[in-house]
């Protein structure tokens, strides 16, 4: 029987708070973009292509979310390692806290990004030639999810 270690615990922590805050910053950013594609797309179907990609514009978080999940389980030893890797409870820490940048700036980024993209939604159903610009508009609100990303990949790479 394998024992679970408190700083095994912590890795595992700072994974799910990756991913987890990650996948609902999407989910929420895109269910507000969904929502204002789907009023859009009742008086013009043709547009869509863009509504489409304009929803799922605020997915990339999750998938942020989940890379650094991965990176935080590869890093620690936990995928593909040796059964039984043991991890202090001071490194342990070290992992959760590198799960805390892409985490929260995941969520809120994708959150706003979604609020933005519905924007821009709105912005292309008056006029197509506004797609690049809404386009524009919506991914600097990312640019802080990436920041995260960076942030945490810095972090994993320091310790």
């Known amino acids: 029987m394998e024992i ?11 994974a799910a708070i990756s991913a987890a805050l990650g996948f609902s910053g999407s989910a929420i950013g895109m269910g507000y973009a969904g929502q204002a594609a789907s009023g859009v797309l ?5 547009l869509f292509g863009k509504m489409l990609l304009m929803q799922a514009l605020p997915g990339s ?23 039984g890797v043991i991890i ?23 959150m706003f990004q979604g609020m933005v993209a519905a924007s821009g939604i ?21 640019t802080w999810a990436i920041f995260g990303v960076l942030i945490s990949f810095i972090l994993l790479t320091s310790m």
């Open 88 to 110: 202090e409870t001071s490194v342990g820490w070290q992992y959760l806290m590198a799960g805390i940048p892409i985490g929260v700036a995941g969520f809120f980024s994708g």
């Open 122 to 142: 709105s912005m292309i159903a008056k006029d197509e030639a506004n797609m690049g610009r809404a386009i524009i508009l919506s991914v600097m609100v990312e």
């Open 61 to 83: 978080q999750g998938i942020y979310g989940f890379v650094g999940a991965f990176l935080i389980l590869n890093f620690a030893g936990i995928l593909g390692g040796e059964p």
């Open 42 to 46: 009742g008086e013009k179907p043709n």
């Open 4 to 14: 679970i270690t408190i700083g095994t615990a912590l890795v595992f922590a700072g």
